[in-house]
């Protein structure tokens, strides 16, 4: 029976959402695995717990959570230490990554589990820092010629220094209205429109809470918006149906995780749907994505479609885009993660060479400075 580590929370302001993305997971995941839920608290703090497939402990977890241990994941090593103790320790088999945002969504964990020789269900480093940045995403999508709309981005230093130059040369290269947003956060969150002058360095200072990056884009007006869920299978990529949000100016944090809880979203005529899905693959494969990804769509008002943004942990996985049952899309993920691990494990690590006896001759006949 394999362990599998569903890793949860995080130091993000998506925590939350983690929460209910894990949540969904532990209801669903076959009962084949012998499953751990690991619980990151906004601390930074890792912990299992008896009671962590519940909801509610999250509503007080000091209070509510039950038996929790500390944990660490041992580097070099596939193996979660309890309690700081080598005595007691378990081999993790694969690691389900719930996490969205930062610490989570950028690479970090990815980075310690491959660290770690665990197998883990996302994009790597490279990529998932890649999809948590919106600019650096769009700058690569638009060397492949996919599109997405006009943006400028504002960096933190620049703006203390001068916030009205800043706001000046952002209202030449865009008009008003635009949109302002931290360029590395997701749900929605700190995202505004700005529909005149005198909002701007509000709105801008508001996004620079959540991050040192800014992103200012173009507003799409009369947008409507689509979502599409892309995974690769046996080298495969596949599609999701496309589906489209109905909703007001922006696709707001209360609309993609309260509202649609058991919401079916519009159908999309076909001619749409085939666009999509044809722009969700390229854009999976110009930025290396693994796992399952959400792509995010806008269409103007003259039929053009652009790629809004990207997630590499969508919220629920993107379960509700798929026509498969949830525990089968979980058991994909296990699969071809371990399958990808697999395959890096049979590469070449090392290289015989003279480097360093050739160093310890140089060193035994001269005196370096210190």
Known sequence: MKNIAVIFGGRSVEHDISIITAQQILASISKTYNVIPIYIAPSGEWFIAENLNKPQTF??????????????????????????????????DCALLALHGKNGEDGSVQGLCQLCQIPFTSCGMMQSAIGMDKAVTKRLLSTYKIKNTKFVEIFKYDFEKNKDKVCKNLLEKIKLPLIIKP???????GINVCENAEQLEGLITEAFLYDNKVLAEEFVENAREF??????VNNKILTSRVQEVKK????????????????????????ISEKIKSLSICTYKALEFKG?????????????IFVNEVNTIPGSLAFNLFDVPFRDLIDTLIDEAISAYENMANFTYSFSSQALKDYCTLANNFKFKK
């Open 292 to 304: 399952v990804v959400r792509v995010d769509f806008l269409m103007d008002k003259n039929g053009e």
């Open 227 to 232: 979502s599409c869920g892309v995974i690769a």
């Open 248 to 271: 007001g100016e922006i696709y707001t944090f209360e609309e993609k995780y309260i509202q649609r809880l058991g919401k079916d979203l519009q159908s999309v005529e076909k001619k």
């Open 183 to 189: 360029a590395n956060l997701g749900s929605s969150v």
């Open 59 to 92: 509503l007080d977890f000091r209070k509510n959570v039950k038996k929790k241990k500390s944990v660490s994941l041992c580097l070099g090593s596939p193996y979660l230490l309890i309690n700081g103790t080598f005595n007691k320790k378990l081999r993790i």
